[in-house]
């Protein structure tokens, strides 16, 4: 699955596609506004990855203190409030190269 795909799914369907990794599926749920289904995915990741997913869920949440925790435990710089669609798509690239 591609980059593409993946925003292509968000778009269309109503459920992530089943060969999505966790980490995948937890960020299509959170892209689709689906935040406590893809919380309770990551908060279950218990990887550096899994970290970065909680951290960018948090800060979607606004709790920008919670937010920096799961930042520092996953070793990548916090951002703030307007990055959080750039950064979305750097952890969903990360993830599909880990793959």
Known sequence: MT?????????????PPAALSAELKSLWL?????????????????????????????TIEGDLGNA????????????DMDGIDDE???IVRHALSAA
């Not at 920096?68 to 070793?75: I, M, P, V």
């Open 88 to 90: 979305w798509e750097r």
């Open 3 to 15: 980059y593409k795909d993946i925003v292509e799914s968000i778009a269309v369907d109503a459920e």
């Open 68 to 79: 920096g925790y799961w930042y520092a435990r996953a070793g990548e710089p916090a951002i």
């Open 30 to 58: 959170a892209k689709k506004g689906e935040w406590h289904a893809s919380h309770d995915i990551c908060q279950d990741i218990p990887t550096k990855l899994g970290s970065w997913i909680h951290a960018l869920l948090h």
